[in-house]
């Protein structure tokens, strides 16, 4: 059988490749267990600094693998009930991971692949590639934590209009409504995502996770217990060598070198 997600480190930078192209990278069991356990294993890996994600051949993914659940032995409220399960593993481990992830969308990403692509911190998109939820059209309801990132990109508003209508979201409406960071040229969205993970690798990924935790979890802190957090971690980068190499490099007026992860 071949690898369901290959993994290549290259300097301090993991690539995760789907590998469903058949399937156009949609998750069964398998490959979504295998998934989330790389996404634990690279969160934890001191020598990776930044993730980078993409698929095999034409898509990105495809979400859940309706064929694969309407086969299931038990049926497919049990399959989507266990893929589920292991799914919203990873995208958690993508939203809570102190190190960047970049989405590089290469072609279609809809359903549990929207959702997928939402979770991470970056999206690099092929300017042929088109972002859809898709659940919708299939009579069911958006998972892999696509609700409670949507809104916090595009608005309530525009939010439930995707939800409702389901529209294609070609590569640069989604630039324009802040759902891609960037729209590569067909063929270069790898390319420019690795080169988008080298440059945040550079920085300091202490400082990078700090500030992803503490703005992800603005929505849902009050006020004061919200900057309370801020201080402390403020405090806790001032620690951190990269802080220190921080502080002096300004103070001597030079380029910092972060070497901590």
């Known amino acids: 059988m071949s690898e369901l997600v290959i993994v290549k480190i290259e300097n301090t930078v993991a690539t995760l490749t789907l590998n469903r192209p058949q399937a156009f990278n949609a998750f069964d069991l398998p490959m979504v267990e295998r998934f989330a356990a790389v996404l634990v294993a690279l969160a934890a890996d001191r020598g990776v600094k930044a993730v980078v994600l993409s698929g095999a051949g034409p898509a990105f993914c495809a979400g859940g693998d309706l064929k694969w659940a309407l086969s299931f032995p038990d049926g497919p409220e049990a399959a989507f009930h266990a893929l589920a399960a292991r799914f919203h ?98 063929g270069a969205v790898l390319r420019e995502a690795v080169a988008l993970a080298n440059d945040l690798a550079a920085r300091s990924v202490h400082s ?23 201080r402390r971690a403020l405090s806790d980068c001032v620690a951190h060598a990269d802080g ?18």
């Open 244 to 261: 220190g190499e921080g502080l002096r490099a300004f103070a001597e007026k030079r380029k910092p070198r972060f070497t901590d992860a």
């Open 89 to 186: 593993l990873a995208v958690t481990e993508i939203r809570r991971m102190r190190k960047p992830v970049i989405a590089a969308v290469n072609g279609i990403a809809a359903g549990g692949g929207f959702s997928l692509a939402l979770a991470c911190d970056f999206r690099i998109m092929a300017e042929s590639a088109v972002l859809r939820q898709a659940y919708t059209s299939s009579g069911l309801s958006i998972d892999g934590g696509g609700t409670f990132t949507l809104p916090r990109i595009v608005g309530l508003a525009r939010a439930l209009e995707i939800a409702a209508f389901d529209q294609p979201i070609p590569a640069s409406l989604a630039l324009s409504w802040g759902l891609a960071t960037r729209v590569a040229a067909d």
């Open 208 to 230: 990078f996770g700090a500030s992803k935790q503490l703005l992800t979890d603005a929505f849902e802190t009050a006020f004061e217990t919200h900057i309370e957090r801020e």
